[in-house]
């Protein structure tokens, strides 16, 4: 079992910056990949960033604003999110992708950007 917590959500005017911070705990020897989903009203879930072994994939609408880290022990995954829009209101899901093929997800944090 793989236990997330999400914080650093809030509430910033567009072009603004946050980070958010996923710290997991229980057995992150077997994690493979973690990333960042997001949901907005509305909408279905969808990929915003992955990273696994040092390579990293972003969703085509956050190329170049948001970037994905985390350490090598895997006990976190942060997003740092910059030049942000309107668009990119949503509830925000840190993700883990266990070697299994198992995977776990936080409870979300809320992120709104206000034009």
């Known amino acids: 079992q793989v236990h997330l917590a999400e914080s650093g959500g809030g509430l910033v005017q567009a072009g603004g910056s946050l980070r958010l911070s996923c710290t997991a705990s229980g057995s992150i020897f077997s994690i493979n990949a973690m990333g960042w989903y997001r949901q907005a009203p509305g909408k279905q879930r969808e990929l915003v960033a992955t990273?696994?072994?040092?390579?990293?994939n972003y969703a085509d609408s956050v190329k170049g604003r948001f970037t994905i880290s985390r350490d090598n022990g895997k006990s976190w995954v942060d997003l740092q999110m910059n030049i942000l829009k309107p668009e990119d209101t949503a509830v925000y899901f840190c993700?883990?992708?266990?070697?299994?093929?198992?995977?776990?997800w936080g409870q979300g944090t809320q992120v709104t950007v206000s034009s």
């Open positions: 990273i696994s072994s040092g390579n990293t």
């Open positions: 993700y883990v992708l266990a070697y299994s093929g198992r995977d776990y």
